[in-house]
């Protein structure tokens, strides 16, 4: 009971908040948050339910309310007791599975293709893919590919950088890897994929000033909700 809760008998205790509503406290969260976030790769519980510890003020906020926007992130396995451990759980199987799945997509029946094909909703269920909204977002480890990932795995092991060709000119312009980041939680389905729908079909903003940007965002969503 709340009510008979003494911060001084659990200093250390951690708050629990169901869309803000203070319903208890724990006193080990980090296995609390990995049961639940497990339960959500699981399918247990809803892909749209959001999950945010704050360390510092030693809160766990579960948002389950409408109107949050969430995006798409690929997870990558932190699991000690797992031999994929530090690589994407999306592996080749679920790549072929989608093949296989794409090559009888026409001559399969629409209510046997719902329940037998693995398609977005099973890469979800799987685990694969984790949908986070912005505050969620805050907390977690993002990095931008795999190619990345596995950069970042070969900097922790003692190699060095590789060097970039200057003769591939249209290579992607990658940011300097940040040598202390030791751990990462998801990847980037596609760089693009930071952007809003609105915001990606602009050509070329990385070369516009922010402010055209802004008018080019808002004049696309004008015309959107116009639609």
Partial sequence: VLEEYEPLNSPNATKIFVNGVWVGVHRD?????GTVQNLRRKGMISHEVSL????????????????????????????????????????????????????????????????????WKGLVKEGVVEYVDAEEEETIMIVMTPEDLEISRQLQAGY?????????????????????????THCEIHPSMILGICASIIPFPDHNQVKLNVQLIRYSTDRSISL
């Fill in 29 to 33: 969260p980090a296995h609390l948050v």
């Fill in 52 to 119: 945010v510890r704050d360390i510092r003020d030693r809160e766990f906020k579960v948002f389950t309310d409408a109107g949050r926007v969430c995006r798409p992130l690929f997870v990558i396995d932190n699991d000690p007791r797992s031999g994929n451990r530090g690589n994407l759980v999306l592996t080749k199987e679920h790549v072929q599975r989608l093949e296989i799945d794409r090559e009888s997509w026409a001559s399969t029946d629409p209510d046997v293709r719902e329940k037998t094909d693995m398609g």
């Fill in 160 to 184: 060095a950088m590789p060097e970039a060709n200057p003769d591939e000119l249209n290579k992607r312009v990658k940011a300097p890897m940040n040598p202390t980041a030791h751990t990462w």
